[in-house]
T-cell receptor, first 111, second 118 residues
Framework: TQLLEQSPQFLSIQEGENLTVYCNSS?????LQWYRQEPGEGPVLLVT?????EVKKLKRLTFQFGDARKDSSLHITAAQPGDTGLYLC???????????FGTGTRLQVTL | EAQVTQNPRYLITVTGKKLTVTCSQN?????MSWYRQDPGLGLRQIYY???????DKGDVPEGYKVSRKEKRNFPLILESPSPNQTSLYFC?????????????????FGPGTRLTVL
């Protein structure tokens, strides 16, 4: 089973700060997804990156897929309390139909 | 409204008492999957189904069964639950094409079922 390690595991910051979450693996993925999960709910897809080196922006969130397609990062600019949640990366190895999820980064943004 | 529903949302049971967690989707998705979520371990796949009557093991299938008799439903069965199956369970569904999940398809998750086995 391919593993995805996320860091940091926990992050508590104040509103307005910037942060970066990392998702790393020794394996190559054909694509990588980022999900956000809020308490009491299931994960919701934020973005999918497919090409090595690809950068995608979603308002204040910037996602990057590593050149070798083994890692990814999520950068949040000027974090807001509404960004609070569990962030999960999920890699598709490109074989028989299953995603491998990362260990998750729990973000708390306070006023 | 497009959604994945799970029932029950919360369940406390005792060791050995068979239980079923239901999952239903209204998006006509071929692919459905069950995950369990445990602190520090992320989401781990239990079983998945590519279509009706087609199921396969995920990473942690021991102690679980599934069936896919209809496209919209994918129940998770615990024949003899044990305390190590205490967890938060998620059902998910997704489109497929050509018999395999395209690498960039979004998975839609249900709200989760919190199971405690005493």
């Amino acid at each position: 089973t391919q593993l995805l390690e996320q860091s940091p595991q926990f992050l508590s910051i104040q509103e307005g700060e910037n942060l970066t979450v990392y998702c790393n693996s020794s394996s190559v993925f054909s694509s990588l997804q980022w999900y956000r999960q809020e308490p009491g709910e299931g994960p919701v897809l934020l973005v999918t990156v497919v090409t090595g080196g690809e950068v995608k922006k979603l308002k204040r969130l910037t996602f990057q897929f590593g050149d070798a397609r083994k890692d990814s990062s999520l950068h949040i600019t000027a974090a807001q309390p509404g960004d609070t949640g569990l962030y999960l990366c999920a890699g598709d190895p490109g074989t028989a139909s299953k995603l491998t999820f990362g260990t998750g980064t729990r973000l708390q943004v306070t006023l | 409204e497009a959604q994945v529903t799970q029932n029950p949302r919360y369940l406390i049971t005792v060791t050995g008492k068979k239980l079923t967690v239901t999952c239903s989707q209204n998006m006509n998705h071929e692919y459905m999957s069950w995950y369990r979520q445990d602190p520090g371990l992320g989401l781990r796949q239990i079983y998945y189904s590519m279509n009706v009557e087609v199921t396969d093991k995920g990473d942690v299938p021991e102690g679980y069964k599934v069936s896919r008799k209809e496209k919209r439903n994918f129940p998770l069965i615990l024949e003899s639950p044990s305390p190590n199956q205490t967890s938060l369970y998620f059902c998910a569904s997704s489109k497929t094409s050509g018999g395999a999940i395209p690498s960039y398809n979004e998975q839609f998750f249900g709200p989760g079922t919190r199971l405690t086995v005493l």
